[in-house]
């Protein structure tokens, strides 16, 4: 294939530095919580072969004008230690949950209140997805969001958003709130 002229590429480039803010976002949570089916939704990939992330996984999505790189990062004990080298520059941190492991709530609310006394985190707006509402054991996003004691957050903007990564209901509102809220900022 040849290359596109010069000129043609700097005007392509002119116009996608115009429109586009590029964006940091972090995705994080315990494994298992749905956080690559959530990436994938959002790509708009098939969601149904999924395996547990090793180390991390990168897509820049496209969304209202905006590129957002997010890092994918596996949420397994022997990886959450290392969370924190990914956090530099983030301009927001999605922490996904999963709404039906009542087991796990009170680990999932340990590293998620950690992760927002990080320095690199510092007024960073979160939005917590309630991963999973299509089962009909999950905890609703209200209930998760007492259970988080996210009211105790004062120092950023912060949403819970109910979700399922596999139908992608609720998907699409996290991601107007992200466009929303880090729009104003910018």
Not at 9 to 25: A, C, F, Y
Not at 88 to 108: A, C, G, M, P, Q
């Amino acid at each position: 294939m040849g290359e596109a002229p010069k000129g043609l590429l700097s005007v392509m480039q002119k116009l996608r530095g115009s429109t586009e803010l590029e964006l940091r976002i972090v995705l994080l949570g315990l494994d298992n919580a749905g956080k690559t089916t959530l990436l994938k939704c959002l790509a708009s990939e098939d969601v149904s072969t999924i395996t547990p992330t090793q180390g991390f996984n990168i897509k820049s999505v496209a969304s209202h004008g905006m590129k957002l790189n997010v890092w994918d990062i596996g949420g397994q004990r022997k990886i959450r230690p290392f969370w924190k080298k990914y956090l530099e520059n983030t301009d927001l941190l999605v922490y996904v949950i999963d709404s039906t492991d009542k087991k796990r709530f009170e680990e999932t609310g340990l590293e998620l209140s950690e992760l927002i006394d990080e320095e690199n985190l510092a007024g960073v707006p979160i939005l917590i997805f309630a991963n999973k509402q299509d089962l009909g054991t999950a905890s609703p996003a209200s209930e998760i969001a007492e259970g988080l004691n996210l009211h105790t957050y004062r120092d950023r903007v912060w949403q819970i958003q109910a979700c399922s990564a596999v139908t992608g209901e609720g998907v699409q509102d996290g991601m107007n709130w992200i466009c929303n809220n880090l729009v104003k900022k910018k």
